[in-house]
Structure formats: structure tokens, C-alpha cells
């Protein structure tokens, strides 16, 4: 399974980003993605996942209320809408595949990364 994630850039403290990312090749029927960061000097940090069929969602607390995980499976893609950025989201978001129907939170779960892409949030 490749993924290519997309929709990281700059952005204000308080604004909003939305990133997207599209799985291609075998990946059945019933998966799970996931999204990560990875801020300079830190370990790698679950954010939110959801199963493909977009019946159950999982978020870090941290981001709970602010960032929202959804699936357009006629694009084939699942985004992440994060609103109400905060300097301290600033990091390397990575999208995640992970080939059995669960909501795993460590990254060692899933099988298969995007390439990343930055997200910088100004004070």
C-alpha cells in the first residue's frame, strides 16, 4: 500500500489546515488509517485514526475538539480538518495504514507511512 499525504503548510495560531491522504494499491476491504506527528527532538505522536468505513474514530487528547478524522471513500481519501491550531502542533504529520479493523494508537501497528508533510503554527 502507497500513501501520499498532502495539505501541510504555515499557518497562524487559531487558523486551520485540512491535510489529506490517499492509500493506493491492495488494501482489502476493512482497514484502518491512522495520523501521526513527529514535532523536531520528539517521538512520534498518534493523533487520530478511523476505521474506512468512517463507523468509529479515535483521537489523542490533546487534539480532541479541535482536530476531526473523516474518509471520502468515493475519493479514496481520509483527511484530517484541524481547526484551532496551536503553536505546539507544529510537527511532521504522517498518514498511516494499517490493514486490520481496529483503532490502534502506536505506531508499530501500522504497516504502511506516507512520506510526511510539515505543518508550522506561528504564535
Known amino acids: 500500500v502507497q500513501l501520499q499525504a498532502f495539505g501541510g503548510g504555515l499557518v497562524q495560531a487559531g487558523g486551520s489546515l485540512r491535510l489529506s491522504c490517499a492509500p493506493s494499491?491492495?488494501?482489502?476491504?476493512?482497514?484502518?488509517m491512522g495520523w501521526f506527528r513527529q514535532a523536531p527532538g520528539k517521538e512520534r505522536e498518534f493523533v487520530a485514526a478511523?476505521?474506512?468505513?468512517?463507523?468509529?474514530?479515535s483521537y489523542a487528547d490533546s487534539v480532541k475538539g479541535r482536530f476531526t478524522i473523516s474518509t471520502d471513500r468515493a475519493k479514496n481519501t481520509v483527511y484530517l480538518q484541524m481547526n484551532r491550531l496551536k503553536p505546539e502542533d507544529t510537527a511532521v504529520y504522517y498518514c498511516?495504514?494499517?490493514?486490520?479493523?481496529?483503532?490502534?494508537?502506536?505506531?508499530?501497528?501500522?504497516?504502511?507511512w506516507g512520506q510526511g508533510t510539515l505543518v508550522t503554527v506561528s504564535s
Open positions: 498511516a495504514f494499517n490493514p486490520a479493523n481496529r483503532l490502534p494508537t502506536m505506531p508499530d501497528n501500522y504497516r504502511n
Open positions: 494499491g491492495r488494501t482489502g476491504s476493512s482497514y484502518t
Open positions: 478511523i476505521r474506512w468505513s468512517g463507523s468509529s474514530t
